[in-house]
């Protein structure tokens, strides 16, 4: 009887182990796929793509056996599939614990074809188990560009709208020579490739949407297309001469635009036209005893719209500046900070400093500041500052400085702004105090290329239709 007893307990071990260890057979298990489809936004030909993943989930309270993971595409796919630390394009017998899950990783990667306009690439993968076949859809929209890597620019070159360009390592217009960007061009910046400009730089931006010149990083794909700090920026350096953009967005850069020197000639190092700079991380502009016109142009949402140092002659003209703390960027510094030095080893270092600001806003929100505007003086250097007809938010006005028809702390009414969702239109809204609030000026558009009144203009870049 002990014997028998013993081989019952044996068998009841056996039986619950076999049990324990059984697989799910029927065509009904639950299984949680994460996703039915992956996408990818455009992928730069021979450039490849970040690998993007979903999951497979056994919901059941037995063992699963997923008979394979198919890339359909097979090897002549332009996506490549990993799952379990197997590579595909075909993984078989996989087996998945009650409640465990596995990744299913994919990347997609793009030949050169001779096609200019984005194209699309589908693929699909078939996950099978017990009879039962699931899908996931793939598609990639790919283009072809020009890919410009650790460039010298020695002699005077053109670009024109034919592909987009793909900056790569180091990039350089050496002195004494002119890169010409003609309209529509959109230019691709990695991570590691600042724009640095010994020479000229000149871009032909229009006023329609496809028509501006686009500067922006290179990483396309969600999340990172609209981070800060995606690439360093363009960089002019003391050599730098000459510079027009007109009608170009700069986005997305840790220092969008980076200027020092005031030029040989008398014509300012850069001259801006309705132009858009936007979510750079540490600043918008930075410039460091240099000159600077800008008209119609749209600094939002930096680190630092507007860092002025050292001195140098500035005249914006119907500018908008102004942050609003987001998930991206905490606004705790002035939109605006204008000196005529710099401190080095402790000491002040002052030049001349002659700034005009006229029919501007200056504005800020959700952050850390008061005074939107902030101007030092030092030393006895000329130090000429005039702001007219302005909208800011300002509690203590700075000293030295020259103030006509100034709106304070009056919310300007922008059309729409989400921050949350990071959308924002920064259009005047009707009852806004900056419509009909500038003076008379020689400037007859606005950003949009609308036009602007005979009469009394709008403040900040866009003039209300």
């Not at 990347?107 to 096609?115: E, F, H, K, L």
């Not at 061009?185 to 032909?204: K, M």
């Not at 002035?334 to 006229?358: C, E, G, M, Q």
Request: charge should be negative; proline fraction near 4%.
């Amino acid at each position: 009887m002990k014997t028998a007893g013993l081989l019952s307990i044996s068998f009841l071990f056996i039986v619950l182990s076999c049990k324990k260890e059984s697989f799910i057979t029927s065509a009904d298990a639950r299984v949680t796929i994460s996703s039915d489809t992956l996408k990818y936004d455009t992928v730069f030909t021979s450039f490849g793509s970040i690998t993007q993943f979903l999951t497979l989930r056994n919901d059941n309270k037995q063992r699963l056996r997923i008979s394979s993971i198919r890339l359909m595409g097979g090897n002549s796919s332009a996506f490549k599939i990993n799952a379990d630390g197997s590579p595909g394009p075909l993984i078989s017998n996989l087996e998945l614990a009650p409640g465990d899950s596995t990744y299913i990783f994919v990347n997609v990667s793009i030949s050169q074809t001779t096609a200019n306009l984005p194209f699309v690439l589908q693929d699909s993968i078939a996950i099978s188990y017990n009879g039962t076949e699931r899908w996931v859809q793939l598609e990639a929209w790919g283009q072809n560009a020009h890919f410009l890597r650790d460039k010298v620019i020695t002699a005077n070159e053109t670009w024109n709208n034919d592909l987009p360009y793909v900056i790569l390592g180091s990039f350089h217009v050496r002195e004494n020579n002119t890169l010409t960007i003609n309209k529509g061009c959109r230019i691709y910046v990695h991570a590691n490739a600042p724009l640095i400009i010994d020479g000229t730089l000149e871009v032909n931006g229009e006023k329609d949407t496809a028509d501006r010149v686009y500067f922006i990083g290179d990483r396309l794909d969600e999340p990172y297309k609209d981070f800060p700090a995606g690439w360093p920026g363009m960089f002019f350096t003391a050599s730098s001469k000459d510079n027009t953009l007109r009608y170009a967005v700069i986005r997305n850069a840790y220092q969008a635009i980076a200027v020092q020197g005031i030029p040989a000639n008398a014509n300012p190092k850069i001259s801006l036209q309705e132009c858009i700079i936007d979510n750079a991380y540490d600043a918008g502009i930075v410039s460091l005893h240099s000159s600077i016109n800008a008209r119609n142009c749209l600094i939002s949402n930096c680190g630092k719209n507007l860092l002025l140092a050292q001195g140098g002659d500035y005249q914006f003209t119907h500018c908008t500046v102004v942050s609003y703390s987001n998930s991206y960027i905490l606004h705790r510094d002035p939109v605006l900070l204008l000196t005529n030095y710099i401190v080095i080893d402790n000491s002040p270092v002052a030049a001349d400093l002659r700034a005009d600001f006229s029919n501007c806003i200056f504005w800020g929100e959700n952050g850390l500041v008061d005074d939107e505007v902030v101007v030092g003086r030092s030393g006895n250097t000329v130090f000429n500052v005039s702001f007219d007809h302005i909208l800011w938010k300002l509690v203590n006005t700075p000293a030295d400085v020259s103030i006509a028809q100034v709106i304070y702390n009056h919310p300007p009414l922008f059309d729409s702004i989400n921050t949350s969702k990071h959308y924002y239109s920064f259009r005047l809204k009707e009852g806004s105090p900056a419509l009909e609030a500038g003076s008379a000026s020689a400037i007859a558009i606005d950003l949009d290329g609308a036009p602007r009144p005979v009469g009394l203009p709008d403040l900040g870049c866009f003039e209300k239709q």
